[in-house]
Nanobody
Framework: QVQLVESGGGLVQAGGSRRLSCQASGVTFSIGAMNWYRKAPGKRRELVAG???????TYTDSVKGRFTISRDNAKNMVWLQMNSLKPEDTGVYYCNAVRRIIGNDINYWGQGTQVTVSS
């Protein structure tokens, strides 16, 4: 099992910055990709950014150039640096970790952290 705990959410003004953290514990050696998703009010949960164990990253178009995902495998942590925040970035941000076991992906989720961007 893998446990994920997010932190760093809160209220921020538009144009501001926020850094989210996610600490993984448990069977962490087999974690592959780690991702940040967000759930905005009235919208479906979407993948915001992802990073492989080797450090390759991917971002949804709306955050490219503003958000940066990073990880430290030794510390079992992943971060999401969010700059130039916009009101549409408001939502609950969830940390996700993927373990691949015998060809099957097992997803683990944190409890989520609320980010509210005021205009």
């Amino acid at each position: 099992q893998v446990q994920l705990v997010e932190s760093g959410g809160g209220l921020v003004q538009a144009g501001g910055s926020r850094r989210l953290s996610c600490q993984a514990s448990g069977v962490t050696f087999s974690i592959g990709a780690m991702n940040w998703y967000r759930k905005a009010p009235g919208k479906r949960r979407e993948l915001v950014a992802g990073i492989t164990r080797a450090g390759s990253t991917t971002y949804t178009d709306s955050v490219k150039g503003r958000f940066t995902i990073s990880r430290d495998n030794a510390k079992n942590m992943v971060w999401l640096q969010m700059n130039s925040l916009k009101p549409e970035d408001t939502g609950v941000y969830y940390c996700n970790a993927v373990r691949r076991i015998i060809g099957n992906d097992i997803n683990y989720w944190g409890q989520g952290t609320q980010v509210t961007v005021s205009s």
